[in-house]
């Protein structure tokens, strides 16, 4: 079986929801017998890099906020038609408008939708109605449609009378490491709150920055994330950045396990989300997570993590303080947050679910 992965910027993943989740699954299926190429992006995947066995095919694109995507994704479709393969996967609802074309000369085609990517308070009127329409695509070009949580399956079923396969995100066995590296960023172990994400609107970090400002603490707050065409949004927050609020920019491999090991807690303020995978982490490494409560969170952390109400600042700031004055109550959620995840969240599972649906669609 020959797979094509296109619409993610590349692997190995470096930052990205949707370029994690092709970095893991795509590395799994190869095991399994299955050929994956993914289309990579040059400023994303460094030349001459080679991953577990999956064929990294480099391409380039317009490097601009609303020409990145659809350049890309328009050149890896037609090299994937001419490459006859047997399945070509899109990831995200813009890339799914192409998901009918390598049909017509044979291919299989699925689209997995990570997001409503139309309500990322980042883009303009027009690119959210051009995302909005691109729900219907999604929907019925492909010969199967996929979604990373049950919210977006039943959006989709009573939206689009599409009935969406469910195959969430994932999360590995966590890898806990004693404070090392992150001393030099200027965290003490057990003595910082922790946000790991993108740097844009609809992660809700400037509703955080605000309530964490109006607590009494000698806390820190950790901001893990780099910009993602938002510079206008990171400016803000800047804003905030004191000895107490530290923007770090991205963090990865050892000193982002680090991260996650030593936080006294992390809070995940999104407004909207598909499956968040740093939700996932916190919760395999034994975090008290503070959430907002929009579906997609609570779907994933059900009992196992304290939710405020989105976009209340107010809520925001009690609920934190309260964790922050309360270290029995953190730690309580330790133990059943890990088994909870690890438990429902496993990226092996995700992998043999994938390619169980690639086999049913050439049966």
Known sequence: MRVAMIGQKGIPATYGGIERHVDEIARRLVPMGIDVDVFCRLYYTPAGAEYHGVKLLRRPSIHTKHLDAITHTTWATMESIFRRYDIVHFHA??????????RLTGAKTAV??????????????FARWFLRQCEGPAAHLPDRTIVVSKTLRQ???????????????GTNLPVVRPAKKITQLGLT????????????PEKGVHYLCEAFQRI?????????????????????????????????????GESLDELWSNAYCVVQPSTMEGLSIALLEALSYGRCVLISDIPENMEVAEECAVSFRSKDVDDLKEKLEHLIRNPDVVHSFGDRARQHILQHYSWDKVAESTAELYRSMLA
């Open 93 to 102: 609802l813009g890339p799914a408008i192409f998901s009918g074309l390598p």
């Open 216 to 252: 009494d603490t000698d806390m820190k707050l950790a901001l893990v994330g780099g910009l993602s065409f938002s510079q206008g949004y990171v400016d803000v927050l800047k804003k905030y950045e004191s000895d107490r609020i530290r923007l770090l920019d991205y963090v990865f």
């Open 155 to 169: 959006h989709f079923r009573e939206a689009h009378h599409c009935d969406a396969a469910f195959i969430p995100n």
């Open 189 to 200: 172990p057990g003595k910082y709150v922790l946000f790991v994400g993108r740097l844009v």
């Open 112 to 125: 997995t939708v990570h997001g409503l990517d139309w309500q990322r308070e980042k883009w303009g009127k």
